[in-house]
């Protein structure tokens, strides 16, 4: 059984861990590099980036609040958009947050290495390993730390700011906009990853005191207070250097400090560097590592990674994975270029933030949130498309670092999730909801539309027991609006015997056939036409037919799959195909007053045809309607299920009941007649065919293919195979 974590941050250590993760390679490296892309215009690309990242600062305070766990974004994410996402936003994430600790700490020494000579790596090395010790021993000494840092930090950069405004020259702003709004986008994008700590604390919120206050309070405030730092340090940074000085600078903020402060300045610079970089280090161990323990302990990876230390109270294993990923990446990578690619990720997992609140607030799943995002769902739309326009303009290998990042959490998913862990998100049920409300639409518009003339298709040779059943069956489909069945023999003869007059006369099976029709005509009370058709082709021959006769419907048996079938395709398929119509394949087990018609999908919402087919049958007959669906689903997919079927039998006419079966067994009580959906093939190419296994029902089943005007989108139909 694992402890739960301390609650022991406050509102101080909170600003201080959020401020902490932000103000570091943001304003002492990044400033250099984004000056060569926009000029001087990179002040109103640190004020952009800044205001493109309050969506996702709004949402991620919101879910914060009704989620106050340790894991942050991965279980914002996770819960909203299920496992698999999840997944990726935790494994994505982790590996981006350690991947900017180790830059932050590279990043770092070219300002050490303006005092001293010392190799880069052995250093960065030596920091990352006691910042390591430090988050291992407690969250507490994590904060106090923080704090420190983060006051000495904003003191000296206080200093700079405030000293060398006097000194700045307004010629070092003139052709501001000399790059244009590609250059700004361009430099936007790049710097955004500056702001990308500032709902870092939301992974440590288990341990925040007074969650509902202190994390909103800490986002939003250290947020505001950053940007408006960011946008006065690089103005005053822009005003004070002839242009071209600092652009590409390892050290552009002390190249800065040297023109304006002296070497006192300078120094105090170098300081504020190292300790801001060692800030974000120390701020990206401590919620990094949290993603490992929230995955452990919800089943996407090993239980070991949830154990929490007797003697620290920490997530030890959690940290010391994070630490050694952390010190191989300095050791081994060109950090840089990965930490790079990594922020990309990070810009993607923003908008994920941002569709996850919309997918919490309508679904279904209990969601009660202290603090509410404004101006919803535009806020969070927003946030969404904007973070996809500025992953665009990272270029194409953080593209690409991106997608390897998706691809690997994605294996690893399927690898060592998906056998574990049975839940779905929030936007799951969300989505389901909604597609039940579109099938809902389309049974409700499509209730009334019963066909006025049917077309009995028979193709081969059956007895009178088999045919009876067919025009029985299309008989209750025309009785409510009196309707007329057309029942048709098909004759096919070789193609080198010729259609002559002799081929055309009526035979004493032909005779016999149109008196049976008139005897049932009698019997069932339904008009009904005979007629006999000999073709070179029966499946042209029948559609050909319907077009002729505008029917609504044509009803034929399923022909078996001879070797010609085989080789050459189904001939009724085919006539599925081309019908001008909808068309009911039936495999015939006889037809006797069906009394419990049984309406089975594919695990999704019931088609509209097959809907009315069950209902006039059902109708036609005194019988009631059982509505077969799997019954080993999510709890969400099950109520979801039963709030659909609850309103669509009370757009029916007759008696309905619900019959869950399990697709390892524990098949429902026999029915009389079985109506199902037909396969659609579109949905079979896109993805494997799951759908659940229907029992057997040991009675004649329909098969509804409804006319292709009349058939949902392929997205649509996605979505019904993928949520139910």
């Known amino acids: 059984m694992t402890k739960d974590l301390e609650r022991d941050l406050g509102l101080p250590s909170v600003l201080a861990i959020s401020i902490g993760a932000m103000i570091g390679s943001g304003i002492f490296i990044l400033p250099a590099l984004a000056l060569e892309i926009a000029g001087p215009a990179v002040i109103v690309a640190y004020a952009l980036a800044g205001l493109l990242v309050v969506p996702a600062a709004l949402s991620k305070s919101e879910m914060a609040t009704a989620m106050p766990e340790a894991g942050g974004t991965y279980i914002y994410i996770e819960r909203g958009m299920g496992p698999l996402l999840g997944t990726i936003a935790g494994v994505g994430t982790w590996f981006s947050l350690s991947f900017k600790g180790a830059l932050a700490l590279v990043g770092g020494v070219p300002y050490l290495l303006l005092l001293l000579d010392l190799p880069t790596k052995p250093v960065a090395l030596a920091l990352a390993a006691v910042l390591i010790l430090i988050n291992i021993v407690g969250a507490k000494q994590t904060g106090r730390l923080q704090v420190a840092i983060v006051v000495v930090m904003l003191a000296a950069l206080g200093w700079f700011a405030a000293g060398s405004a006097p000194s700045v ?68 940074l822009v005003g004070v250097t002839d242009p071209g000085s600092v652009a590409g600078s390892d050290t552009p903020v002390a190249v800065a400090a040297d023109a304006t402060l002296g070497y006192a300045g300078w120094l105090a610079v170098i300081l504020a560097a190292m300790l801001a970089l060692v800030s974000t280090a120390n701020a990206g161990i401590l919620s990094s590592s949290r993603y490992p323990f929230a995955m452990s302990r919800d089943k996407l990876a090993p239980p070991s990674f949830s154990e929490v230390s007797e003697r620290f109270g920490t997530p030890l294993n959690a940290i010391t994975l994070t630490g050694a990923v952390l010190l191989a990446l300095i050791a081994f990578l060109p950090i840089l270029q990965i930490a790079k690619l990594a922020s990309a990720f990070q810009i993607l997992v923003f908008a994920l933030i941002n569709v996850a609140v919309v997918a919490f607030r309508e679904g279904s799943v209990e969601y009660e949130p202290e603090f509410t995002s404004p101006l919803y769902p535009w806020m969070q739309i927003f946030g969404a498309l904007t973070g996809i326009l500025l992953l665009t303009q990272m270029g194409a290998d953080a593209i690409w670092g991106a997608a390897g990042i998706t691809v690997g959490s994605v294996v690893w998913y399927f690898v060592y999730v998906r056998s574990r862990v049975d839940r779905e998100g929030a936007a799951t049920d969300a989505i389901r909801r909604q597609v039940g409300r579109e099938a809902l639409t389309d049974v409700e518009s499509a209730i009334e539309e019963t066909p006025n003339e049917v077309l009995v298709a028979l193709t081969k040779q059956a ?191 007759v008696p309905v009941q619900s019959e869950p079966f399990r697709t390892d067994g524990g098949a429902p009580p026999r029915p009389d007649l079985l109506v199902r959906r037909g396969a659609d093939q579109r949905v079979r190419d896109a993805v494997l065919d799951d759908r659940p296994t229907v029992p057997n029902p040991g009675c004649t089943t329909v098969t509804v293919y409804p006319h292709e005007s009349r058939r949902p989108g392929l997205g649509r139909r996605l979505l019904e195979r993928l949520t139910f």
């Open 169 to 236: 020259q307004s010629a070092n702003y003139a052709n501001f906009f000399a790059d244009g709004v590609g250059g700004l986008l361009a430099a936007t994008g790049l710097v955004f990853v500056s702001y990308a700590g500032v709902t870092k604390v939301a992974s440590v919120a288990e341990e925040v005191e007074n969650p509902g206050r202190n994390i909103p309070l800490g986002i939003l405030g250290s947020l505001v207070f950053t940007t408006l730092l960011y946008v006065a340090i690089v103005a005053v």
């Open 463 to 653: 007895d009178p027991a088999r045919e009876r059943a067919l025009v029985a069956l299309a008989a209750d489909l025309v009785r409510a609006d009196d309707g007329r069945v057309v029942a048709v023999r098909f004759e096919e003869i070789p193609d080198q015997a010729p259609l002559t007059d002799d081929a055309t006369v009526q035979s004493s099976a032909d005779l016999s056939f149109e008196t049976r029709i008139g005897e049932l005509a009698d019997e069932l009370g339904v008009d009904i036409e005979p007629d006999e058709i000999v073709s070179h082709d029966t499946k042209h021959a029948v559609v050909n037919f319907a077009e002729h006769r505008g029917v609504d419907t044509v009803v034929a048996e399923h022909e078996p799959l001879r070797l010609r079938s085989r080789l050459l395709g189904d001939p009724i398929d085919w006539v599925v195909r081309h019908a001008p119509c909808d068309v009911l394949l039936v495999d015939n087990l006889g037809y006797d007053e069906p009394k419990t018609v049984a309406l089975s999908g594919d695990g999704g919402p019931y088609p509209p045809l097959a809907v009315n087919v069950a209902g006039a049958i059902a109708a036609a007959n005194g019988g009631h309607i059982s509505m077969w669906h799997p019954g080993n689903g999510t709890d969400e997919q099950q109520r979801t299920i039963e709030d659909y079927q609850s309103e669509l039998s009370a757009l029916l006419s």
